[in-house]
């Protein structure tokens, strides 16, 4: 049987043929017909896109994760699966929101990728990354900008998420939701010349509390912008046409996330000797060597009279100077033994990279002498003579150390060393580590001297000195044997004072950085008049349970012999109770790299009240520490982190259930609420 062909098709033959017969008005209306029938299709795709997409689309789906394009508002979507729990949502700012349509792939069908060009605005390239840990998922988001005028900004919204981590700012806030800044270099700074940029100490690295990070490349040049309650954005710098590249994370809490991002290197504690030795800070009369000795003298004995006679005394950079300048005399001629300045404290002194285009040090370079060109300089144009970089420090104009030099590194460290041993000081301390100062000068940098390469390098290389050394910023250090010098706060009960020592206590560990040095008791900000006793109790109490205290104002001059006591009682206890404490948990840091000082959320990681919680810390997963922050304040609400553990109050031996709140708590101003976990 001939089996039929052909069925239900048009014989080519025939149709070819017919439309050849066809008159020229016939072939017209089918071609119009054809036309017709194509926009009505194109209409109906576009209106099905419209109509019948759903208005989020996943991109790209991993283990689990997966992130989804918004359509409208023109947002990537990071979502927890399996049942798609929100994480991150990023309002992509420098391409037309509606579009794409629907994002289609353009990775040459790559499952683990994702890719889009917006036509000559930007790409997305999205691609899933090998685990980091296990239980962790990360994605790398790369934007290339296709014009030399795009601007890249992703914004992270703070809509139900909390976020931790990034710079220090003046009036520090934890979470980060409540803080505000213009987009400007994520770029550590000094906070006392410039009180609205970034403080010293920061990190490119940002913590959600739905268990995210984002973390941005040490290559990117990076704005940072705090929109209050909102957002944070990330951005690029205006006509350099440079990527956006980041990396997220997703864990399953917030807890989870930050164990997860333990940095690779080995991490070094400093001498943990500071740690139960109190700072004083000399403020005596300056001007001649002789004076200041006899200042030094002078409070050693009052120190004695108060029975306070164990700790350091820091001597500030102007008073080292006066010292060195009498004390480095030409080799032959100088003393050989130390002499016992402050016996039986021991001493600190205080340097900086800088030096006044006035000092010896300076005008000698000038000359051609030892340290002609240890100084930053601007970049030559060809054919010319480099010129030294001129910067504002202490209000002096004053040339900055060239970190990048290796002879300037070791002329300047050989100093160091050489005025550490002459004065017979412990502890040497660095001033003015922060800041790039070609930014602040609005000239090009060299490449390794980008973004915080100033701060990195010279760092790295003060933790050559020894681990007896203090410096006043961080980034990318936190593994070194350093302590940190926190900045001075202002003398009252704001957020730039005593209510943002605890949020910078978390920023500071949050970030690796444990061995800080807090403020001096009731704060130190320039123009400071601390006076207030109740405000010296509470700072004191705070203080007591960090790793160093440090003292400004004596307490015999600020207030009565009350707190004088006082004060020798939270030293006591800071020794006996507090500094076990921070060796223990500074081992578990050395090998998990965890925090020291730890959130509430560190045992309640998925209850939203603990993310919120500035005013309490934990130290290792044990002890919770909740002072009194306000003025005039004899009691206060408190979290009691750990639903199933079991809270024992120091004062009063109750006992209380993790997991609830305590209303209306009291604490007189003799009182600081601690709690032991005890199950
Ligand atoms: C935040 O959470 C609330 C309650 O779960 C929800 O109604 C709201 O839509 C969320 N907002 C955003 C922006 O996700
Ligand atoms: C610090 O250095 C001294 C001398 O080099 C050493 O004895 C001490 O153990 C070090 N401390 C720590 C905590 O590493
Ligand atoms: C620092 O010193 C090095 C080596 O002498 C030199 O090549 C470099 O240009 C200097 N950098 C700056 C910024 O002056
Ligand atoms: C200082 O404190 C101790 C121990 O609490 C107490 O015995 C002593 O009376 C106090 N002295 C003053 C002057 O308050
Ligand atoms: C807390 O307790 C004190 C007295 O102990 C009382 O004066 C105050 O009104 C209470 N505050 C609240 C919010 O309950």
């Known amino acids: 049987m001939p089996v039929s062909r052909h069925t239900g098709q048009i014989p080519e033959s025939t149709w070819t043929l017919t439309f050849r017969e066809m008159t020229e008005p016939w072939k017209g209306a089918v071609g119009c017909l054809g ?14 896109q419209a109509v019948e997409q759903p208005p989020e689309e996943w991109v790209l789906r991993g283990r689990d994760a997966g992130m989804l394009w918004e359509r409208g508002r023109g947002a ?79 914004c992270f919204s703070m809509a139900n998420v909390s976020w931790y981590g990034g710079p220090s700012i003046r009036a520090q806030r934890w979470p980060l939701n409540g803080a505000e800044s213009p987009a400007q270099p994520l770029v550590s700074g000094d906070l006392s010349a410039n009180p609205d940029g970034f403080g010293p100490l920061l990190e490119r690295f940002f913590l959600g509390s739905t268990g995210v990070t984002v973390t941005v490349a040490p290559d990117v040049s990076l704005l940072l912008s705090l929109e209050s309650h909102q957002q944070f954005c990330l951005e690029t710098p205006a006509g350099r046409a440079e990527p956006l590249h980041y990396q997220l994370c997703v864990s399953t809490d917030v807890a989870a996330a930050r164990r997860h991002t333990a940095s690779a290197p080995a991490r ?35 120190l004695k009279r108060h029975r306070l006679q164990e700790g350091v005394v820091a001597l500030g950079e102007h008073g080292t100077a006066v010292l060195a300048a009498a004390d480095l005399v030409p080799s032959g001629r100088r003393k050989r033994q130390a002499p016992a300045l402050v016996e039986p404290l021991e001493l600190s002194i205080t340097l900086s990279p800088y030096a006044g285009i006035a000092s010896p040090l300076f005008q000698r370079s000038l000359r051609g002498g030892e340290a002609a060109g240890y100084w930053l300089s601007r970049q030559p144009r060809p054919g010319a003579s480099s010129i030294p970089l001129l910067t504002t420090w202490k209000g002096q104009l004053c040339a900055r150390l060239n970190v990048t030099s290796e002879a300037a590194l070791g002329w300047y460290l050989a100093r160091a060393q050489q005025l550490r041993q002459a004065l017979g000081a412990t502890y040497v301390a660095f ?18 001297l980008e973004g915080d390469g ?95 205290m440090a003292f400004g104002t004596p307490p015999w001059l600020c207030c009565d012999t009350w707190v004088l006591n006082l004060t020798r009682q939270c030293i006591q206890r800071h020794r006996d109770f507090v500094v076990p404490l921070l060796l223990k948990y500074s081992e578990e840091w050395q090998s998990l790299g965890y925090p020291i000082f730890r959130p509430a959320w560190w045992l309640s990681p998925t209850d939203p ?71």
């Open 35 to 48: 036309v017709a029938v194509f926009f009505a299709m194109t209409i109906g795709i576009i209106s099905w």
């Open 431 to 448: 001033e003015g580590v922060e800041g790039n100062s070609f930014l602040e000068q609005d000239v090009p940098a060299p490449a390794e």
């Open 76 to 154: 990537l979507l990071l979502r927890a699966l399996p049942a798609g729990r929100p994480v991150l949502a990023i309002a992509v700012g420098s391409v037309p929101a509606t579009e794409p349509p629907p994002p289609r792939d353009r990775c040459w069908h790559d499952g683990r990728q994702f890719c889009y060009s917006w036509e000559e605005d930007a790409e997305l390239r999205l691609a899933l990354e090998p685990p980091a840990a296990p239980g962790t998922e990360c994605y790398s988001v790369r934007w290339t900008p296709l014009r030399p005028d795009v601007t890249l900004k992703d």
């Open 609 to 679: 009240a603990a993310f919120t919680i500035e005013d309490e810390f934990l130290i290792g997963d044990e002890v919770l520490v909740a002072p009194i922050t306000e003025k005039g304040q004899t009691w206060r609400d408190i979290y009691l982190p750990g639903e199933g553990h079991l809270w024992l109050d120091t004062n009063t031996a109750r006992v209380f259930d993790g997991g609830t709140t305590l209303r209306n708590y009291s604490a007189s101003l003799a009182e600081v609420p601690v709690f032991v976990k005890t199950s």
């Open 454 to 548: 100033y701060t990195e390098a010279l760092a790295a290389a003060l933790a050559t000195l020894g681990n007896g050394t203090i410096v006043s910023a961080g980034s990318r250090s936190s593994h070194l044997p350093l302590f940190v010098q926190m900045r001075p706060l202002r003398s009252d009960w704001s957020h730039a004072g005593l209510k943002g020592l605890i949020p910078s206590v978390l920023h500071y560990s949050l970030l690796g950085y444990n061995f800080f040095i807090p403020d001096a008791v009731g704060g130190s900000e320039a123009g400071a008049t601390p006076g207030d006793p109740e405000l010296f109790v509470r700072w004191l109490q705070i203080v007591t349970f960090l790793p160093v």
């Open 268 to 302: 070094t504690p400093p001498d943990t000797a500071l740690l139960g030795s109190p700072i004083w800070r000399y403020h005596g009369p300056e001007g001649s060597a002789a004076k200041i000795k006899r200042g030094l003298r002078s409070l050693v004995r009052r």
